[in-house]
């Protein structure tokens, strides 16, 4: 505490360097926890998904290639398929013709069997069954657009030239559901003039161990037909999907993230040093006097500590700020500002990535500058 207003008085010798290398690690810190949140939403759903005893059933030619109805009968035949439920995008918007939303259609028996992870009632279970026009909402689309159930809506569909009037019956867990509209297959058949066919199936099974023999069960019976299958877990599916596109841009946000954070180490090493160089007939005099080489490193570490705990603690604070915005700003984000979340951890990471910035940017021109003979150093001014 002997040396606190040693470090004061130094910190504020040059309040505009001062201020402007904490605003450097505030926007650095800034940036690194919202491009690393882009990994941390693929992590955490992989970890999520990872007991998940549900298969996806999807064309072999790919998701844009429509199945027939029909399957789904068939793959509840199979052995260790408890529950099949089809699966089609409608996708539209609300209001705004540039701010589009995840609204999917699913069959509506078995939603609580097939998706536990959405934490739907019974009583909402039961709403969705018996109402033809019932829509389950995402909370942060329920926040957004400041919807509550019993509402009734009005969304354009963009896959799909009609007009999709939905009442509003309950509200999906979103960290499971993500930022979605979910509502019955049979009213998007009826709006279409009930083509019969579906995007996807899901199919529950009754244990993960079970999943390689119904993978193959399913695949074998539809091969050589017109429309051939291929199912996947959901972890594999995610994992396809990040071996291409996905890995790019993941891959992409580390680099750009590590990129920002070493930049401003250096920038903010390369301040801190021509601080104490200015310095150095100050520290030779303070050494000639009794100070310790060590004294003197360490009120310079505390010095540049300050700084980066002050810039992490700021940028962590804006990025907090940033995302809780982000819903606000979905329409040129599209369904991917609604998803991202900041967790704990990444706030975390990112305040003890400025913290060690900070204590970097002391320690290392501390160091350099207090190695050589005080005689010399004196001498030298």
Same mark, same amino acid.
């Given at each position: 505490m002997k040396y606190l207003s040693l470090v004061l008085i130094n910190l504020t010798r040059n309040k505009r360097r001062t201020i402007l290398t904490t605003l450097s690690i505030t926007v650095s810190v800034f940036i690194f926890a919202s491009l690393i949140s882009l990994p941390g939403l693929l992590d955490q759903v992989l970890r999520d998904r990872a007991n998940s005893l549900r298969l996806i059933c999807h064309s072999k030619a790919g998701f844009s290639y429509m199945l027939p109805e029909a399957y789904r009968r068939q793959i509840e035949t199979v052995p260790h398929v408890e529950a099949v439920a089809g699966y089609s995008v409608f996708m539209g918007t609300y209001r705004d013709p540039n701010e589009q939303i995840g609204i999917l259609a699913t069959d509506d028996d078995h939603l609580r069997e097939i998706f536990p992870d959405w934490e739907i009632s019974a009583e909402t279970e039961h709403d969705f069954e018996n109402l033809r026009t019932a829509g389950l909402v995402g909370t942060t689309l329920m926040k957004v657009y400041g919807w509550k159930v019993g509402d009734t809506i009005i969304l354009r569909g963009t896959v799909y030239p009609v007009d999709l009037q939905l009442t509003i019956v309950g509200v999906l867990n979103e960290e499971a559901a993500g930022p979605r509209i979910i509502f019955r297959r049979d009213y998007m058949e009826e709006l279409l003039g009930r083509p019969g066919i579906a995007n996807l199936f899901w199919v529950k099974i009754d244990r993960s161990q079970s999943a390689p023999e119904v993978i193959a069960a399913v695949d074998e019976m539809f091969a050589n037909s017109a429309h051939e299958t291929a199912t996947e877990t959901e972890v594999a599916l995610i994992k396809s999907e990040m071996a291409g596109n996905l890995a790019l841009l993941v891959n992409g946000a580390k680099f750009l993230a590590a990129i920002v954070i070493f930049t401003i180490g250096l920038v903010a090493v390369n301040t801190a040093a021509m601080a104490v160089r200015e310095r150095r007939h100050e520290m030779a005099v303070m050494r000639a006097i009794g100070f310790t080489r060590g004294s003197i490193i360490a009120r310079? !570490?505390?010095?540049? +500590?300050?700084?980066? #705990?002050? /810039?992490?603690?700021?940028?962590? %604070? @804006? *990025? &907090? !700020?940033?995302?809780? +915005?982000?819903?606000? #700003?979905? /329409?040129?984000?599209?369904?991917? %500002? @609604? *998803? &991202?979340?900041?967790?704990?951890?990444?706030?975390?990471?990112?305040?003890?990535?400025?913290?060690?910035?900070? *204590?970097?940017?002391?320690?290392?021109?501390?160091?350099?500058?207090?190695?050589?003979?005080?005689?010399?150093?004196?001498?030298?001014?």
């Open positions: 310079i !570490l505390v010095e540049g +500590l300050i700084v980066g #705990v002050t /810039g992490g603690a700021l940028g962590c %604070a @804006l *990025a &907090l !700020l940033g995302f809780e +915005l982000l819903p606000h #700003v979905s /329409g040129a984000l599209g369904p991917l %500002a @609604l *998803a &991202l979340t900041l967790s704990p951890r990444i706030v975390a990471y990112s305040f003890m990535i400025a913290a060690l910035i900070g *204590a970097a940017s002391g320690f290392i021109p501390a160091t350099l500058a207090t190695r050589g003979d005080i005689s010399t150093e004196l001498r030298a001014v």
